[in-house]
């Protein structure tokens, strides 16, 4: 696991690359809308790094250490001043109302356990706090969710860990927020393939 887990971190942007022209506007409405103190949870490379406004105060969440490697090159890279911490975001070892804006961009497909990191990321955020998220989910529709379904456990093997079918929608909708604002779209990579995704902002 551990060689797959480096082969991926070396290969993220790389992978990425494709579809990252389209990603970004989504990248500048999370990241890019960051404010005062700023968790991100899996920070990976740190893809988000040029949308995070110079103000914040940027803390990064990411267990995996060949991500860290990369992630802490590109923060040196940008000359920015952000924290590193190697944590799952499960369990985050911060107080109850620490931080402004919590900020998760297609990670919530590769943790272990979903609600629990939505738990935790609302838990952390201070009242009226904003929880940022960019994410690829599951189907609205049945023809969808079934190559999702279907497609899942080899893509979960080539990508040391993400699911394409994770009703993330219901999962959000389901964690206490006082209000959310959420946009469901498709993001095409390619003809004639789309992948489902959201984005949007849940208050505390
Ligand atoms: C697909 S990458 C996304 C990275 C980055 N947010 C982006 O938008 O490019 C998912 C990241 O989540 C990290 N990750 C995996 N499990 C995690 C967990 N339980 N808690 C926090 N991060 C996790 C992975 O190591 C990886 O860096």
Same mark, same amino acid.
């Given at each position: ?10 290969? #993220? ?28 949870i ?8 040029? #949308? ?24 040196? %890279?940008? %000359?920015r +001043? ?13 107080? +109850? ?5 919590? @900020? ?17 990321? $609302? ?9 940022l ?5 599951? *189907?609205? $529709? *049945? $023809? ?9 456990p ?11 079918? $994770?009703?993330?929608?219901? *999962?959000i ?7 959310? +604002? ?16 959201? @984005?949007?902002?849940? #208050?505390?």
């Amino acid at each position: 696991m551990t060689f797959s887990k480096r082969l991926f971190a070396a290969g #993220y942007d790389l992978l990425n690359s494709g579809v990252e022209g389209r990603v970004v506007p989504y990248r500048k409405r999370t990241a890019g809308m960051a404010r005062g103190d700023v968790l991100e949870i899996g920070g990976g490379t740190g893809a988000n790094l040029p #949308y995070y406004p110079q103000a914040s105060n940027i803390v990064f969440i990411e267990p995996d250490r060949h991500m860290i490697r990369r992630l802490r090159r590109n923060i040196a %890279k940008q %000359k920015r +001043d952000a924290i590193i911490v190697q944590q799952v975001g499960e369990s985050l070892p911060f107080a +109850d109302a620490s931080f402004d804006t919590v @900020v998760t961009t297609l990670t919530l497909c590769m943790v272990r356990d979903s609600d629990a990191v939505i738990r935790e990321a $609302r838990r952390v955020l201070k009242p009226d706090g904003a929880f940022l998220f960019y994410e690829h989910v599951l *189907s609205p $529709r *049945s $023809r969808g969710r079934w190559w999702q379904h279907k497609l899942n456990p080899m893509w979960k093997c080539f990508t040391t860990g993400c699911n394409l079918n $994770r009703d993330l929608t219901a *999962s959000i909708q389901s964690a206490g927020f006082r209000s959310i +604002d959420l946009e469901a779209f498709d993001l095409s990579v390619g003809l004639p393939v789309t992948i489902p995704n959201i @984005v949007g902002a849940a #208050y505390k």
